[in-house]
């Protein structure tokens, strides 16, 4: 059973999860409401859009620059470099077993092709022997 905590945790992931989308929404409407402002009303849209511009470059610069957005690109780059080498040891892990199967198949069939060959020589040492 979910906890009141529980459940406001999710509660704000979805809120933000939300805003996220609204802020997005927004965002892809922008070209075509900028054209019609600068159809509009030329210099204040020209303007407005200048502003906009600055004020979007500051923002994407500032979250480049952030603690967490360079934490985050060293965690990624730590989890790439993990996997790619946990991928690295299955493969030859794989090889190694694979290989080992092989080597044990050969000598068991080895083994039994020389366990029949001294079960024949054996009957017909016995065959002889009467």
Do not use: C
């Amino acid at each position: 059973m979910a906890t009141n905590q529980s459940r406001d945790a999710r509660r704000a992931l979805y809120a933000v999860a939300g805003l996220a989308d609204l802020a997005t929404s927004t965002l892809r409407h922008l070209p075509d409401e900028a054209q019609k402002l600068r159809s509009r009303l030329p210099d204040d849209a020209v303007r407005a859009y200048g502003n906009l511009v600055e004020r979007g470059e500051s923002l994407v610069s500032s979250i480049r620059g952030s603690r967490a957005t360079q934490q985050a690109r060293r965690a990624t780059r730590v989890a790439t470099s993990t996997t790619r080498a946990a991928r690295t040891r299955t493969r030859s892990n794989a090889r190694s077993t694979r290989s080992a199967a092989k080597g044990a198949t050969t000598t068991v069939r080895r083994a039994a092709e020389a366990d029949a060959k001294a079960a024949k020589d054996a009957v017909d040492k016995v065959g002889h022997d009467e």
